[in-house]
């Protein structure tokens, strides 16, 4: 840890305030760079993985995406490193833990993250001349690919759009959730930046200039502008001096205003929009509709942290009172709430989805009668203390899934970015000793009444579904396009081609060696030559298999109960399959013998910090072995773990599946879901089907997570009245065929001292025993029709995915193959598929247990794509890196391979091992052959690709006109969403 004296000034920067933050344990230093005015906030924490950003404020004045476009185009190359992608080449070699570029509603940001020192000052200087000397400056072709661009390869042909974000876009749009949150900013900030969309309307993108893009960036790109955030274990003094020595100190300070204004109050402001669905799709019961209340602004950060707990209560937990008032009503089939904290005037937002239409004045009628129903009767004492104790949980316990410098970055930008004082957004003991207030008072209902039944700045936005949308969407693109192309003249549909082909050329063009050599690398020997052995013993717990890892977990217990389903299939048959994967979602929402579902989710808020259920299937290279387990998954803190056992008993021995209406709730909810994840997600849902005719494994997961499962929701809904009894008879014996003690595999991550607490008392939970047998016997389930299939979603892109069995053709796994999907991702593909072909993602998966497959996201492509992926094998048989390339691709395979984990991960990782029948032998088998692998491995593996890409299956989900140009691909055309 460094030590910075306060007034002192190092390397430009003074020293303007020390704070101790009790919750981090660290000291967080306000800097100021004084030539330039350019903020600065370092966290002197222990942690080694450590954080730099640097972001900008920047409003948007408009839709046209200019700021997303900006934040991918400094990332294509600048003055010190001059290639094409250097944030792609970081990709390829950098032990990096995070790397990425975020737009938000009114800033951008940089984030960097390595646990590496070198890896970490190497991605601070590649992130630092992007952002200060990008080639955006001297090479419009940056703005056209990333932005849009007309796209013309012959004068005769018709004129088409094309961009990255452009296409990214067009997916995003395709969500009514996205449109519903643009329509809520825009409803309730009528008249500030907030109204616009930051990210870009497709609509709006092909308005954007070249020079109004050079615009924004020299007025906003500027240290005086800027907020640079350090955190982790660091050498200050010398980051300080290379900030300053290389960069700031080539500024001087820069008069001017990028200040958010406040959005003087507005009273119900409406605004009303369409969103796209197919013209097959039903329009009954569609409508999504938000009322919206801004609660203040960002400095008051009581009330911020009060509000994030109000929607849990109010909204979120399945004993939130609004919730469950409204859908008694019948006001939509979905219910949630929504809290922005990261404006500068935060927004509390009470979401319905699928309503009636003409329903609107109702839900507003409804949600004013049952808050002040609720203020005057009070809030449940135990609801309230729950969401405290899962809020608090959750910031206690820091495990967020990225690194933690990252997760308080964006917490101190929710203040400092409006020049309020950052560190109050990391310290909140004090705030959450002022919410247990509300346990003894009536805190919560005087804040309802503040924030909501006497707001004055309020709104509300509605979104209804449209079957022609879509098409009057296309029909004005060409119209525009055609207008614009017939008004061109000979020579301007000349100088059109000649752009196209100028920018098809830069996209084409190798970097040259010597710029590549530019980008900072590290070398093997910067390396682990070893994977990290995760403790594991293998033990007896009251007779049960108990996979115990042992760690310091500072006193939280995680525990995973691990069931096997194949004894549903053997004992009930391959139509109980999607049972497994509703009783998992429903487990906790339910009654139980004991309590009531109300009260059963407060006692597991206040006694959890997080227990669900989920479907877990690990594939092992003996088919027969495969294990596919219904997981309950707890992490509780020790005072906790003896009454945990009694809560989890009494949801998986004494669930009911009698309550109709609550169960019909619930379906409605889970198909909600399922359709906001198949549309912005369909990539996981296109490789679910492939995967399904290629492995036994992966029709289990199909049948439980996939468009099976979906289709299964449906299906249910559709006929629940008719036959309810027979549905929630067959979850009651699904439940009774899963819960066995036969069936369960234990896991147990903490430290000796938990673990004897947890052997204590886990004979509490009881568990029948209904199976004939002692071990669960091999069940096979039948096999998929071997088809290439395509399904139509309300989208303007597509996900396009193809994949093949290589074991089947006599190939078997080595860790070569992870370098091998490191070089394809981030080279062949993603120049192909996301720079030239458009898309905002594509990548490669290749399996231990066998399969080999690729995906686009986001693609406004579906026959170029597939073209794409039946050629790859084409660019390997050419492969011939030299060995300093190789290197950086092993590094970046490595990288992939050492992610830093926390207990709970590194728990769960090896269970997965274990499962999968994985030794640590086998790892460090697969790292040597990481560490060896070379071009003429690479090179090698052509013949694979080749045969993969003949055989293969393909499932393609998305954009009805690009599915129907290529139907003659595809055995089977099915719309999906109903």
């Known amino acids: 840890m460094s030590k910075l004296n306060l007034t002192q000034v190092y390397s430009g920067f003074t020293v303007n305030k020390e704070t101790f933050v009790k919750e981090l344990n660290a000291n967080v230093y306000t800097l100021e760079h004084t030539k330039t005015g350019a903020r600065l906030l370092y966290v002197d924490s222990t942690d080694d993985n450590k954080v730099f950003s640097i972001s900008f404020r920047t409003p948007p004045s408009d839709s046209t995406g200019v700021f997303h476009i900006l934040e991918h185009s400094v990332l294509c190359g600048s003055e010190k490193f001059n290639v094409k992608e250097p944030f792609v080449e970081l990709l390829k070699g950098s032990m990096n833990t995070f790397l990425n570029a975020l737009t938000f509603a009114d800033k951008t940001m940089y984030p960097v993250a390595s646990r590496n020192e070198k890896d970490f000052m190497n991605l601070m200087d590649v992130y630092m001349d992007a952002v200060f000397n990008p080639n955006i400056r001297e090479h419009d072709e940056i703005f056209k690919q990333e932005g849009w661009h007309y796209e013309l390869s012959e004068t005769s042909d018709e004129l088409i759009y094309k961009g990255v974000v452009f296409n990214e876009m067009k997916g995003v749009f395709s969500s009514p959730d996205t449109i519903l949150a643009n329509t809520i900013n825009e409803s309730i900030f009528p008249d500030n930046p907030y109204r616009h969309v930051s990210g870009g309307d497709p609509e709006k993108i092909t308005d954007l200039t070249y020079d109004a893009f050079m615009e924004a960036y020299y007025t906003y790109y500027h240290p005086s502008n800027s907020y640079i955030f350090l955190y982790g274990n660091l050498n200050v003094e010398e980051t300080l001096a290379f900030l300053d020595q290389d960069y700031l100190s080539k500024y001087d300070k820069k008069q001017m205003d990028s200040s958010i204004p406040l959005q003087q109050p507005v009273q119900e402001h409406t605004v009303v929009k369409e969103y796209e669905v197919l013209e097959t799709d039903t329009v009954e019961n569609k409508v999504h509709m938000a009322l919206n209340f801004v609660i203040g602004e960002h400095s008051d950060r009581e009330r911020a942290v009060a509000?994030?707990?109000?929607?849990?209560?109010?909204?979120?937990?399945?004993?939130?009172?609004?919730?469950?008032?409204?859908?008694?009503?019948?006001?939509?089939?979905?219910?949630?709430?929504?809290?922005?904290?990261?404006?500068?005037?935060?927004?509390?937002?009470?979401?319905?989805?699928?309503?009636?239409?003409?329903?609107?004045?109702?839900?507003?009628?409804?949600?004013?009668?049952?808050?002040?129903?609720?203020?005057?009767?009070?809030?449940?004492?135990?609801?309230?203390?729950?969401?405290?104790?899962?809020?608090?949980?959750?910031?206690?316990?820091?495990?967020?899934?990225?690194?933690?410098?990252?997760?308080?970055?964006?917490?101190?930008?929710?203040?400092?970015?409006?020049?309020?004082?950052?560190?109050?957004?990391?310290?909140?003991?004090?705030?959450?000793?002022?919410?247990?207030?509300?346990?003894?008072?009536?805190?919560?209902?005087?804040?309802?009444?503040?924030?909501?039944?006497?707001?004055?700045?309020?709104?509300?936005?509605?979104?209804?579904?449209?079957?022609?949308?879509?098409?009057?969407?296309?029909?004005?693109?060409?119209?525009?396009?055609?207008?614009?192309?017939?008004?061109?003249?000979?020579?301007?549909?000349?100088?059109?081609?000649?752009?196209?082909?100028?920018?098809?050329?830069?996209?084409?063009?190798?970097?040259?060696?010597?710029?590549?050599?530019?980008?900072?690398?590290?070398?093997?020997?910067?390396?682990?030559?070893?994977?990290?052995?995760?403790?594991?013993?293998?033990?007896?717990?009251?007779?049960?298999?108990?996979?115990?890892?042992?760690?310091?977990?500072?006193?939280?217990?995680?525990?995973?109960?691990?069931?096997?389903?194949?004894?549903?299939?053997?004992?009930?048959?391959?139509?109980?399959?999607?049972?497994?994967?509703?009783?998992?979602?429903?487990?906790?929402?339910?009654?139980?013998?004991?309590?009531?579902?109300?009260?059963?989710?407060?006692?597991?808020?206040?006694?959890?910090?997080?227990?669900?259920?989920?479907?877990?299937?690990?594939?092992?290279?003996?088919?027969?072995?495969?294990?596919?387990?219904?997981?309950?998954?707890?992490?509780?803190?020790?005072?906790?773990?003896?009454?945990?056992?009694?809560?989890?008993?009494?949801?998986?021995?004494?669930?009911?599946?009698?309550?109709?209406?609550?169960?019909?709730?619930?379906?409605?909810?889970?198909?909600?879901?399922?359709?906001?994840?198949l549309n912005q997600n369909g990539h996981s849902f296109a490789l679910m089907r492939v995967h399904s005719q290629l492995s036994h494994a992966a029709k289990y997961e199909e049948n439980l997570d996939g468009i099976n499962f979906y289709r299964f929701i449906c299906s249910i809904l559709k006929d629940f009245d008719r036959n309810q009894e027979s549905i929630l008879e067959a979850l009651e014996k699904t439940r009774q065929h899963v819960f066995t003690k036969t069936n369960l595999v234990l896991s147990f991550t903490g430290d000796q001292a938990l673990f004897n607490v947890f052997s204590e008392f886990l004979p509490r939970l009881e568990l029948n025993d209904l199976t004939k047998n002692h071990k669960v016997q091999p069940t096979e389930i039948s096999d998929t029709t071997e088809e290439n299939e395509a399904y139509v979603i309300s989208s303007g892109v597509s996900y396009v995915t193809k994949g093949y069995q290589y074991q089947t053709l006599g190939y078997e796994y080595s860790g070569k193959l992870k370098v091998l999907k490191r070089i394809l991702d981030l080279n062949y593909l993603w120049n192909a598929v996301r720079v030239k072909g458009g898309a905002y993602g594509v990548g490669m998966m290749i399996s231990r247990w066998g399969i080999c497959s690729f995906y686009s996201y986001r693609d406004p492509n579906v026959a170029a794509t597939f073209n794409v992926y039946d050629h790859a094998y084409e660019h390997l048989a050419d492969f011939n890196e030299d060995q300093q390339t190789m290197t950086k691709y092993i590094i970046g395979t490595i990288a992939g391979q050492d992610r830093p984990l926390s207990d709970r991960e590194k728990g769960e990782q090896s269970d997965a091992y274990y499962f999968s029948n994985i030794s640590f032998a086998d790892l460090e088998k697969e790292r040597r052959e990481i560490l060896s692998t070379t071009a003429e491995d690479i090179q090698g593996y052509a013949k694979l690709l080749e045969e993969i890409v003949a055989q293969g299956r393909s499932c393609v989900i998305g954009n009805k006109d690009k599915i129907n140009e290529n139907k003659e691909v595809f055995d089977v055309v099915t719309d999906l969403i109903s």
């Open 307 to 677: 509000s994030q707990i109000l929607q849990e209560i109010l909204l979120t937990s399945p004993a939130a009172p609004l919730k469950k008032a409204l859908l008694a009503r019948g006001i939509g089939q979905h219910v949630s709430g929504m809290f922005n904290s990261a404006l500068r005037q935060p927004v509390f937002s009470i979401i319905v989805r699928n309503a009636h239409e003409g329903q609107e004045e109702e839900f507003k009628l409804a949600v004013i009668e049952e808050l002040t129903r609720i203020v005057e009767e009070g809030i449940d004492k135990k609801l309230i203390e729950g969401a405290i104790s899962g809020s608090e949980f959750q910031l206690r316990e820091a495990d967020f899934g990225m690194p933690k410098g990252l997760v308080y970055n964006l917490f101190v930008m929710d203040n400092w970015l409006y020049d309020g004082t950052p560190e109050d957004c990391l310290a909140y003991e004090k705030l959450f000793e002022q919410m247990k207030l509300a346990l003894t008072t009536n805190y919560f209902e005087q804040l309802i009444e503040e924030i909501i039944l006497n707001s004055k700045h309020n709104s509300f936005a509605v979104v209804k579904p449209s079957r022609t949308l879509g098409e009057q969407k296309r029909q004005a693109e060409l119209n525009k396009l055609k207008t614009y192309q017939n008004s061109l003249r000979t020579e301007e549909l000349d100088q059109l081609q000649k752009e196209t082909e100028k920018l098809i050329q830069r996209q084409s063009t190798r970097d040259t060696k010597e710029d590549l050599e530019q980008i900072p690398m590290l070398t093997l020997s910067d390396l682990n030559q070893s994977p990290e052995r995760i403790p594991c013993t293998e033990v007896k717990v009251n007779g049960i298999d108990t996979l115990w890892h042992e760690m310091n977990t500072s006193k939280i217990a995680h525990y995973n109960l691990y069931f096997d389903i194949k004894n549903v299939v053997r004992e009930l048959g391959e139509s109980y399959i999607p049972y497994v994967s509703l009783l998992s979602k429903l487990l906790g929402k339910v009654d139980t013998r004991n309590y009531n579902y109300n009260e059963l989710s407060n006692e597991i808020s206040i006694k959890f910090g997080g227990l669900d259920f989920s479907n877990k299937t690990f594939e092992n290279s003996n088919e027969e072995n495969l294990n596919v387990r219904l997981r309950a998954r707890a992490k509780v803190l020790e005072p906790h773990l003896e009454v945990s056992f009694h809560y989890l008993n009494e949801i998986i021995n004494h669930s009911l599946f009698t309550d109709e209406k609550r169960i019909l709730e619930l379906l409605q909810e889970i198909k909600l879901n399922l359709e906001m994840s």
